[in-house]
Each structure stands twice: as C-alpha cells, then as structure tokens.
C-alpha cells in the first residue's frame, strides 16, 4: 500500500505565504499524475492543481496566478505553494496520487492523503 501524508498547513492572515507538502511512502514504483484539492467545511471539494509526471501543470482559475505546484520525484513529494493567500482560500487541502505499483504493469491505484487544514483570517 501507499500513504500520503500532507502537512504545512497552519492559520495565516490574509496576504501572506504558506506551503503544503505531500510525501508518498510505500510500494511505490512510479508516482504519475498528482493533485490538490481542498474541501471547505459544507461545500464541494474542488481541484486546485494538477502536475503531470512531466512536471505539466494545471490550476483552477480562483489560485492561477497565485498557487505553484511543484514535484520531487526523487522525495516522492509534491508541494503547493500558495501566496497572496485570501479567506475564501480555507479549507482542507488534500492530496491525490496515481501510483504504479510494478514496472511492469501499467495499472495505476489511487490514493488519498488524510489533508490538512489552512485556515486564513481576514
């Protein structure tokens, strides 16, 4: 099995800075694709970002200009850095993974980290 385990959020005021990380553990022979998101408490959770295993990216429109995902194959780790952070920004940031167990079988399982809370004040 895989874990991921997400941490770097925190409370922050509105403006400032904060980065999530997401670390994969396990029987990993390849990580592919792998995502953001963050569910506010009462609302849909919502796609953030999206980076391909070639380091192409994807944004929502509400952090494009804002967010950056980024990825270390090597850590197994991916991170969302976040500025210019805003209230409407709190929510629990998730992370996503599609992981190949085997080099020789292109089956691909999913998985989920626990998230983390970002909270930002006004």
């Known amino acids: 099995q895989v874990q991921l385990v997400e941490s770097g959020g925190d409370l922050v005021q509105a403006g400032g800075n904060l980065r999530l990380s997401c670390a994969a553990s396990g029987r990993i022979s390849s990580i592919d694709d792998m995502a953001w998101y963050r569910q506010a408490p009462g609302k849909q959770r919502e796609l953030v970002a999206t980076?391909?295993?070639?380091?192409?990216?994807n944004y929502a429109d509400s952090v494009k200009g804002r967010f950056t995902i980024s990825r270390d194959n090597a850590k197994n780790t991916i991170y969302l850095q976040m500025n210019s952070l805003q209230p409407e920004d709190t929510a629990v940031y998730s992370c996503?993974?599609?992981?190949?167990?085997?080099?020789?079988?292109?089956?691909?399982?999913?998985?989920w980290g626990q998230g983390t809370q970002v909270t930002v004040s006004a």
């Open positions: 996503y993974a599609e992981v190949r167990h085997s080099r020789w079988s292109p089956t691909k399982y999913i998985y």
């Open positions: 980076i391909t295993n070639t380091a192409i990216t």
